[in-house]
């Protein structure tokens, strides 16, 4: 896992700190008053970057395939080919060159080839292609973008929950889908999916898989192998037999097992919702609390009180 906190007055320090993440990156034209903060969260998967360029900058980065997206917190940020970068604006899969006075901001960086394997996973595709048809997100959907960049820097900024490694497995997941929804991105596919006959067997054999590496991360590409299908094919599957999506289905097993160890949690010993909660994946408190209420009709904390004390 990458984990960077850096901060610092010198200019030479700060381009040495950038080129971790990019390719000859370069601050010149460096005003009075500079002071350059540096906050990293990454692993192969994805990256989150927090910065904050005091004083007035010009930056020079090269940044590889990927999608980067920008979201802009205070101060001004602009870049010479786009102008004014607002929240969520992509301006990646190239050179950046930005002026920046006293910004601070978020970088989401998602390699295409990551975001291909999710694209795929999400779409239950076996073969495709990234189909990148603008920069751009979806104005609608702006804000939405902007919450999920707050959920997962705030996930990935907490120590402990990042390196749960089914929690950084699901911050991913959503980061990765809301990408999709947000930005004009598709998999342009190519796959196959089993027989309506075979399809009760797909679902033994995954669910046989989910159940013997439930508290591991699973990805739809994971239990696919397991069930001797495409990813595609395990997503006709489950449709066909339960009705849900492979993935709502470890969801709800996880939920189940959270369930469990509330029942037979003590609270006298220090056991809380929130610790038996990221055990099992779910970072977001309120997220989880509204899925247990729904799927047990009542709260979390009152089943970790009520049978503790019964």
């Given at each position: ?7 610092t007055r010198d200019a030479e320090r700060a381009s040495a700190s ?149 929690v950084r497995a699901e911050a991913f997941r959503y980061l990765a ?21 075979a399809a009760g067997g797909v679902v033994r054999r995954a669910a ?103």
């Open positions: 896992m990458l984990s960077i906190d850096f901060t950038l080129s971790s993440l990019y390719d000859r990156p370069d601050l010149h034209d460096v005003g009075p008053g500079f002071r350059y903060e540096q906050h990293v969260r990454g692993d192969g998967e994805m990256t989150i970057e927090r910065y904050h360029f005091g004083g007035a900058v010009e930056t020079t980065a090269e940044i590889p395939d990927a999608l980067v997206s920008v979201q802009v917190h205070s101060g001004s940020f602009t870049t010479r080919d786009r102008g004014r970068v607002p929240n969520g604006s992509l301006h990646g899969f190239g050179m950046v060159f930005n002026e920046t006075v006293e910004a601070e901001f978020t970088v989401v960086s998602l390699p295409s080839q990551v975001l291909l394997r999710a694209g795929l996973q999400l779409e239950g595709a076996e073969r495709g292609r990234l189909v990148v048809t603008d920069r751009a997100p979806r104005p609608e959907l702006a804000g939405y973008w902007a919450d999920v960049i707050d959920h997962v820097h705030a996930v990935t900024n907490d120590e402990t929950a990042f390196r749960n490694d089914i889908s809301a990408a999709f929804a947000v930005f004009p991105l598709h998999i342009d596919e190519q796959a196959t999916v089993p027989t309506a006959a046989q898989y989910v159940e013997d590496h439930l508290a591991e991360p699973i990805t739809l590409a994971d239990i696919a192998v397991a069930a001797r299908v495409s990813p595609r094919g395990l997503q006709f599957a489950f449709q066909r037999e339960l009705g849900t999506s492979p993935m709502a289905y470890v969801r709800r097993a996880r939920l189940t097992e959270a369930h469990h160890d509330l029942v037979r949690a003590d609270p006298s010993r220090g056991a809380t919702v929130a610790s038996v909660a990221l055990r099992w994946g779910f970072s977001n408190a309120t997220r989880f609390s509204a899925a247990y209420r729904e799927a047990y009709g009542r709260s979390p904390s009152r089943t970790l009180r009520d049978d503790a004390t019964s």
